[in-house]
């Protein structure tokens, strides 16, 4: 039964199979990488990804009617420095 599936499911496309179902009422959905996944249609009707900066990234969620989810601060320059990140962990910079 496995390899019929698989050769059944091989003779199309991840494109071709989304093309299919798009028009049917099926819970299934193509495995789209993260650029991909920001032009999908269905991620563009839903607003599943914002831009925040200089950086698209996806929506906080989950996102319900009366929830209000905000994005995190973007990281300042000093936070991204080794000994920021270190402290924060309790470690010293110049650790051997």
Not at 7 to 35: E, H, I, M, N, Y
Not at 39 to 44: A, I, S
Request: glycine residues 4%; proline residues 8%.
């Amino acid at each position: 039964m496995r390899a019929a599936i698989v050769d059944r499911v091989g003779q199309k496309t991840r494109d071709d199979w989304d093309r299919l179902f798009a028009a049917t009422d099926s819970c299934v959905a193509p495995v789209l990488s993260l650029r991909e996944a920001r032009d999908h249609p269905y991620n563009g009707a839903r607003n599943a990804f914002v831009t925040s900066g200089a950086l698209e990234r996806p929506a906080p969620a989950p996102r319900f009617s009366r929830s209000r989810p905000t994005l995190a601060a973007m990281p300042a320059d000093h936070d991204c420095q080794a000994a920021t990140v270190l402290a924060r962990f309790g470690l010293p910079e110049n650790r051997n």
